[in-house]
């Protein structure tokens, strides 16, 4: 259990190879192991509570679906961000950016901005509601490249 506490907190000896300001200060802000399990819990559940209340709010005339595609976004960004309580910020970039899972991460963040972008800028129903569709399979997707073989045995395609 100790391991696993410093692996997901970024503290583990095999990947000693960043000294950077931005190591140097998560390091020098971190916050012990239940405080970090709240903070995950506390921002997982309000992403949830956001998405949902975002699917609630979908079918009001007239701003359900602006309502809606900002909600879902939300709470898209607060699940995403749960995570760093528990690795860490600069971990938390780090894997997100890593080889396996970068298209995933494009993919999702690229999805989200057009879905902001479909609802408010250009008002348009339709593209705003199939871009929360692309967007919640980029989530999933993302999420999948975090269990190993996972995508390989639910996604076709070269990983």
Wanted: proline fraction near 3%; glycine fraction near 10%.
């Amino acid at each position: 259990m100790d391991k696993l506490k410093k692996v997901l907190s970024g503290q583990d000896d095999g990947n000693a190879d960043g000294s950077g300001i931005l190591e140097r200060a998560n390091q020098a802000s971190t916050l012990s192991w239940g405080t970090r399990v709240k903070g995950f819990l506390i921002c997982f559940v309000l992403g949830v509570v956001c998405s949902i209340l975002g699917t609630c709010l979908l079918w009001v005339p007239g701003f359900g679906l602006a309502v809606f595609a900002v909600l879902y976004s939300l709470g898209n960004i607060c699940a995403l961000s749960s995570t760093m309580f528990l690795m860490g910020p600069c971990r938390q970039l780090k894997t997100m950016w890593a080889k396996e899972r970068v298209l995933a991460t494009v993919i999702m963040l690229v999805c989200l901005v057009l879905t902001l972008c479909a609802a408010f800028w250009w008002k348009n129903n339709g593209l705003a509601l199939l871009f929360c569709i692309l967007q919640f399979l980029a989530f999933t997707w993302y999420g999948l490249s975090y269990i190993p073989f996972a995508r390989h045995r639910f996604l076709p395609g070269p990983y």
